[in-house]
């Protein structure tokens, strides 16, 4: 496993596996550990699992925008010598992912966006972040990090909280300023206009980005593949691990460059 790679910035990142190259894009708060209940994808797949700019490891991060997120996943590809990757993204890795596709389609070989959102009304998205910051205050980071669990998981079981603490790890310097980047996510002429092979996922009981989205998303992504995992919250690559891992490696499986 090697964990740096040296770009622009200095981009800290997972690397296991071999086979053709699969990039894991984690969500807001979160840090590219998140992704471990996937590993087991190494058996097939070379895993190259960054962390993007203000989490984990990647603390000298510059404009923190899922524009710059995206240019330091694509810079990372090409630096380890790959032409193009398959990408999945959870939630505001979703968004990235999406970014990805909008700045070099040819480097997406497929694309998984699972629990995530293509658009936020730009009122909307001043209201929500003045409510979230609103309510963040004074409360310590205790308390903020079981409300995300509870808004995020479906199952409160305590190994699910565990293991939800262990990667959620957000940083109070940056984590704003990434949350407002994706409230100004506007990707609605994007959607119809990618021709990878797109692989949509949800939660069925998704509070944070609610399933709806994500069909809105299929819609408008034309054949695509749209897989709803019932009784999971946002993080189904957690909840339901072993099915949400046979969903993406039957997905990937047909697509592989030599298929």
């Known amino acids: 496993m090697r964990n740096f790679f040296k770009v622009t910035h200095e981009i800290p990142y997972l690397r296991l596996g071999a086979g053709e190259p ?43 925008s899922i524009k710059n997120f995206a240019a330091d996943c694509i810079s990372l590809i090409k630096g380890l010598g790959f032409e193009s990757a398959h990408i999945c993204g959870l939630s505001m890795g979703g968004m990235v992912a999406q970014e990805i596709y909008r700045q070099a389609p040819e480097v997406c070989r497929s ?55 262990e990667f959620y790890r957000p940083n109070k310097e940056y984590y704003f300023k990434a949350m407002e980047a994706c409230l100004k996510v506007n990707n609605l002429t994007l959607l119809p206009k990618i ?40 993080v189904a690559k957690l909840e339901a691990k072993d099915a949400f891992n046979e969903v993406l490696r039957n997905f990937l499986n047909k697509h592989q460059a030599a298929s």
């Open 22 to 64: 699969l990039v894991f894009i984690h969500g807001l708060g979160e840090v590219k550990e998140g992704w471990l209940h996937q590993f087991e994808l190494a058996d097939q797949y070379d895993l190259i699992i960054p962390d993007l700019r203000g989490h984990g490891e990647y603390q000298k991060p510059g404009e923190i």
């Open 195 to 234: 021709e990878v092979p797109t692989l949509i996922i949800g939660g069925q009981y998704d509070s944070v980005t609610p399933v709806w989205i994500q069909y809105l998303m299929h819609k408008q992504i034309r054949h695509s593949e749209f897989v709803v995992f019932r009784n999971t919250g946002h």
């Open 111 to 165: 694309l998984m966006l699972v629990s995530t959102f293509h658009y936020a009304p730009k009122n909307f998205g001043k209201l929500f972040l003045a409510y979230r910051k609103a309510r963040a205050e004074n409360k310590s980071p205790d308390i903020t990090r079981e409300t995300a669990a509870k808004v995020c998981l479906y199952t409160w079981s305590d190994e699910n909280f565990e293991q939800f603490y």
